[in-house]
């Protein structure tokens, strides 16, 4: 098992070079993974300015006699680098700085990420001997570099072991690709000289490792870092996937997994889910998430569908180099292993925890149909085509054990699943059978293995069954990650002059070791006599029933795989979502994350403790002579917070009864590296701005999040303008912040910029395609910025929209990057693209109610039981010009389905936040009578009727006439009740259709809702003014009038209710005696107070044209 990069450098070395006795020596020990041989090496030692002969003498003289600054370290380093990258007259100087460098990065790696424990200390290697055999200084120096680590204000994690390693491997990768040329997207075979190429191609790739590395020290995304590492990925793509790029097939599946890991850690989940379904398809890896009968509980007696992912490695057939199957004799060989290494690699795995739960299986019990592969019978909905035929035959209780790649394309799938939404129940269904397919077919690489066991932990943490199992796992393998990585770095170089100084600073050198002993400084291998650690699991007897270095970091980079430090806080995290905030307090403790808690404390109401840790972290106790007192005797970092706290993590009492006050004193001098974080947290519990415009100062403008909690601040105050132009700092440095983006538009969108609002919304869709609210938003300010262009003739520039928005925010409006490709796209990108190009192209009205349709349509598609937005889609859906007839059916029937009847009452209580007979009581008021009257009245004039049928064929064919007949009869007139003008479009439409009878049911029922409705005693006692009688007139001269002329129409024959008469059925015999009936009554109901008034006299006249028939 060899690093896909290292295989790359390997294969690609040019003969002359390979032969170099130097080179291929230093080659070797980094396939071998012996990193302590090439760090020692001569040429390591002059790169970093080690050797009595380094190039400069300035260099030589300042490591023997001072301790240098970390920055001045770090930049003479970059000096030689650049010197030995740029070396014409040594041609191997090049190759072997890129080897230091990569030996230095994997040492980092096998110190904090995958294990085992270091045979050797990375300090005296690489740091000047001032430095490193002095802990204090080693401890002051450390610091320093973490602070140079820091970007965009944010900070990396204070006591980051071997940090050293990684700061030199940066920096040598840094100056190594300063000399290389632009990348122009050309292959290796155009690269240059003869193995330049793959020289170039290992390098950028070594260096997106670091920049990603670098990424995942901080305590959030840094925007700069994230910028580098997508113009890293710009330049790579080419060298790597492009067709005569010369890499091979395992090694391109890697860099796409790699890449997907990248796009997951920073939220772009459809990016990541492209590049895993490519890495799949490079592979002819083959799986299929289904549905199979099985039982998954020890009392279950039928079998139901379970899910199940099916998955087999390609196997390479005779003949085909193409694909890796799952041998590995070419990395063996490149490796230089025997056999039996190889074996103890593959067969070695972390320990894994039984379920025991009384009710649920320890893994799901298939049915014995199943036993002889998966038929198409027994999956629900599932077809033979939906399942590959090499996997239809695999028994899914005994699947084959996949290749290390296979089962990381798996392990991606299911992140990129989990992180688009991981607390959803569906979610964890789904992703919950990938970590499974892993774990029970067994990997063949540990660090597989143990991100398999991390993933099912994570989806387990949420179901009561499977929580204990979860939290049980999860310490189990923080356990072993603290174990396998600690003990290096908890054995420092210490002197006879400065043991004792060791010893006062070993826990704050190596925060997460739990047990060690100090070992001889003069073996290279001493801290492997580090004294077991007390761990959850046993911890492995012999070297067999481990992994290798090199075997654990051949597929790391491709999981993404957390630090141990990182690991330690999810763990921390767990138990504060189950209630151990003790634990979790121990813990944050330990690893010194005071941030954490000091949140925790917040959380549990305890603001008072929470203000006092980050108040002594950020300001010097006592008063101002008191600080200067302890300004002169105190170095720096040295802040004891954890003076407070006793072993199991909580606050000792009589020690915050003795504490010093902390909010008397100044700043210190230098403040933490994540100063700016902490006096976030402390805004946070002080609700205090200022605290938010000092992060932003201490970072130098560089601090997101500061201006981020600022502009939430404002915005609750309602200060949107405030609020405005924080959300536009924040976005100037982070331009990729989707609910950054959201908020600024709400602000504009308060404020009346209409303009900018729709460009903020029209970037959070680009970022987020799947974002409904901000769809909906982006609807509603497009339609504003139309019917404020109406209002103003049409005439208006937008530049003057924006000078008055700026005006009032007092910030500039944060333009937009053409061609930005950080967003991730969806089938309704050119929406977004063509709505955030408002400002700088002038659109018509109509062009912008189109544009506001199509986002609200977006909006309703992708949340389909929000009412409001589907009352937004019927608005705007019947102002477009035209009308969006198809649209407005669309929305008014979903409105039904969600407010308007019986049927829909449990979807429409959840749109409302009440119970479904809210929704029902709701009734025909979800129905716009105004629109569905322009609706009828659309479709009867415009619709071409035909010879013969008239409506009643145009609604039998498919169209807009059967959708509106649909709407009209299924969702209208059922939840019709007391709404005349609605009963008066469902007759219009039945007459068009040729439905007489129930036309004429339709007129009576509005005449009835009209008379007899709410309010009808205060017209007939005159209390509701003359508007009620006059509308009472109208409905009964509408009604004599329907009488007359649908009354003696003969009944279609659907719709015949004979009375036993013979010849035709017509549908009122006696209308006139109905008509006048109707006319009666509301002349004798209203004679005492309307008599004589306009409507009197109307009703009259109706009543005399009424007479001479019966």
């Excluded at 409904?772 to 404020?788: K, Q």
């Amino acid at each position: 098992m060899t690093d896909p990069l290292h295989t790359l450098y390997a294969s690609t070395l040019p003969p002359a070079l390979a032969s170099s006795p130097t080179l291929s020596a230093q080659l070797a020990a980094l396939l071998n993974g012996d990193y302590h041989a090439l760090l020692s090496s001569p040429f390591a030692r002059q790169l970093l300015g080690l050797s009595a002969d380094t190039d400069t003498s300035t260099d030589s003289d300042n490591v023997k006699t001072t301790a240098p600054s970390p920055s001045a370290w770090l930049a003479s380093l970059r000096t030689r680098a650049r010197a030995r990258a740029a070396s014409t007259t040594t041609p191997t100087d090049p190759h072997s700085a890129l080897l230091v460098a990569l030996a230095a990065h994997a040492t980092f790696l096998q110190s904090n990420l995958t294990g085992p424990v270091l045979p050797f200390r990375p300090g005296p290697l690489l740091l000047p001997p001032r430095v490193a055999q002095d802990a204090r200084r080693l401890a002051a120096f450390r610091r320093g570099l973490v602070r140079e680590l820091c970007a965009d204000g944010v900070s990396a994690y204070a006591l980051t072991p071997d940090v050293e390693a990684f700061c030199a491997a940066e920096a040598v990768l840094g100056s190594v690709c300063e000399g290389l040329p632009a990348p122009e997207g050309g292959t290796e075979a155009e690269a240059g000289d003869e193995g330049r190429g793959g020289f170039e191609t290992a390098a950028r790739w070594a260096r997106l490792r670091a920049l990603f590395t670098h990424q995942k020290l901080l305590a959030e995304a840094a925007p700069g870092l994230q910028r580098d590492i997508y113009a890293a990925l710009d330049g790579l793509d080419p060298r790597v996937l492009e067709p005569g790029s010369g890499v091979e097939t395992d090694g391109r599946v890697a860099y796409l997994l790699e890449r997907a890991a990248i796009h997951t850690f920073h939220g772009l989940d459809a990016r990541a889910r492209e590049d895993v379904d490519a890495a799949a398809k490079l592979r002819r890896f083959e799986f299929v998430l289904t549905g199979l009968l099985g039982k998954r509980t020890r009392f279950q007696e039928k079998e139901t569908s379970q899910l199940v992912v099916l998955a087999r490695s390609y196997e390479k057939e005779e003949g085909d180099d193409e694909v890796d199957g799952g041998g590995n004799e070419a990395e063996r060989a490149a490796n230089g292993d025997e056999k039996g290494k190889d074996e103890r690699a593959e067969t070695a795995r972390p320990g894994t925890f039984d379920l025991n739960d009384d009710t649920l299986l320890e893994s799901i019990s298939f049915t014995s149909q199943n036993a002889g592969g998966a038929s198409s019978s027994d999956l629900p909905g599932a077809s033979s085509s939906t399942i590959p035929p090499a996997l239809a035959s695999l028994d899914p209780a005994a699947q084959p054990r996949l290749h290390p790649l296979d089962a990381a394309i798996l392990l991606a799938h299911a992140s990129a699943i989990t992180n688009t939404n991981p607390t959803h129940g569906l979610t964890r269904e789904q992703t919950a059978p990938f970590a499974t397919r892993v774990i029970e077919g067994g990997s063949a690489n540990w660090q597989v293995y143990t991100q398999a066991l991390l993933v099912r932990s994570r989806v387990e943490g949420y179901s009561a069954r499977t929580a204990e199992r979860g939290l049980l796992q999860l310490q189990a393998l923080v356990d072993q990650v603290v174990t396998d990585t600690a003990s290096a770095a908890s054995t420092e170089p210490t002197d006879a002059n400065t043991t004792s100084e060791a010893d006062a600073t070993k826990a704050e050198a190596s925060p997460l070791a739990i047990t060690t002993i100090n070992a001889d400084a003069s073996s290279p291998d001493s801290s492997s006599t580090a004294a077991a650690a007390t761990t959850f699991l046993p911890r492995p007897k012999s070297a067999t029933e481990s992994a290798p270095a090199q075997a654990r970091l051949a597929y790391a980079p491709a999981l993404a795989s957390p630090l141990r430090w990182t690991l330690e806080a999810e763990l921390a995290a767990r138990w504060v979502a189950l209630g151990g905030l003790r634990s979790a307090l121990a813990i944050y403790a330990r690893l010194r994350l005071w941030g954490e808690c000091a949140l925790c404390w917040a959380a549990t109401g305890r603001e008072d403790r929470a203000r006092r840790v980050v108040r002594r972290l950020l300001f010097v106790p006592g008063g101002p002579e008191e600080a200067k007192s302890r300004a002169n005797t105190a170095e720096e970092g040295d802040v004891d917070v954890g003076a407070d706290f006793n072993v199991d993590g909580d606050v000792d009492a009589e020690a915050e009864a003795e504490a010093e006050p902390l909010a008397d004193g100044p700043e210190r001098d230098p403040l933490p590296p994540d100063a700016p974080r902490l006096f976030c947290i402390l805004g946070d519990l002080d609700r205090a701005p200022a605290m938010y415009e000092r992060a932003w100062a201490v970072s130098g403008g560089r601090y997101a999040r500061a201006q981020r909690s600022l502009g939430r601040l404002r915005f609750a105050e309602r200060d949107f303008a405030a609020a405005a132009a924080a959300y536009a700092k924040s976005l100037a440095v982070n331009q990729t912040n989707g609910a950054a983006w959201f908020a600024l538009g709400c602000a504009l969108l308060e404020m009346g910029a209409w303009g900018r609002a729709a460009e903020a919304f029209g970037r959070c869709v680009q970022l987020d395609d799947g974002d409904a609210e901000a769809w909906s938003n982006l609807g509603t300010a497009l339609l504003r910025m139309g019917m404020e262009d109406e209002g103003a003739g049409g005439d208006d520039d937008d530049g003057d929209e924006k000078e008055r928005a700026e005006a009032a925010s007092g910030a500039p409006a944060v333009r937009l990057a053409d061609g930005s490709d950080e967003g991730q796209g969806g089938e309704n990108e050119d929406v977004a693209e063509d709505n955030t190009t408002t400002m700088k192209k002038k659109k018509t009205p109509a062009a912008l109610r189109a544009d506001a349709l199509r986002a609200l349509l977006r909006a309703a598609h992708l949340k389909h039981d929000d009412a409001r937005i589907w009352d937004n889609v019927l608005t705007v859906a019947a102002s477009t010009t035209p009308p969006s007839y198809a649209a407005v059916v669309r929305a008014q029937t979903r409105l039904i389905e969600l407010r308007g009847g019986a049927s829909s009452s449990a979807a429409a209580g959840r749109v409302n936040g009440g119970s479904g007979g809210a929704a029902m009581a709701a009734g025909e008021a979800v129905v716009d009578a105004d629109i569905l009257d322009r609706l009828v009245r659309h479709v009867i004039t415009e619709t071409a009727e035909p010879d013969s049928g008239g409506g009643r064929a145009a609604v039998a064919r498919p169209g807009l006439p059967r959708l509106v007949d649909e709407l009209v009869e299924r969702g209208v007139a059922p939840v019709v009740t007391g709404s005349r003008r609605l009963w008066r479009a469902v007759a219009r439409l039945r007459v068009w259709k040729g439905e007489p009878a129930a036309a004429l049911a339709a007129e009576e029922k509005g005449w009835r809702a009209a008379v007899y409705g709410a309010g009808g005693a205060k017209w007939e006692a005159g209390l509701a003014g003359e508007g009620a009688w006059d509308e009472v007139v109208e409905a009964t001269v509408e009604l004599a009038e329907a009488y007359e002329s649908l009354g003696g129409r003969t009944r279609e024959g659907g719709e015949a209710e004979g009375e036993g008469a013979a010849g035709p059925l017509l549908v009122a015999p006696d209308w006139r005696f109905k008509a006048r009936s109707a006319v009666r009554g509301v002349m004798g109901r209203g004679k005492e107070c309307w008599e004589g008034s306009a409507g009197w006299e109307r009703l009259r006249e109706c009543l005399d044209g009424l007479k001479g028939g019966r």
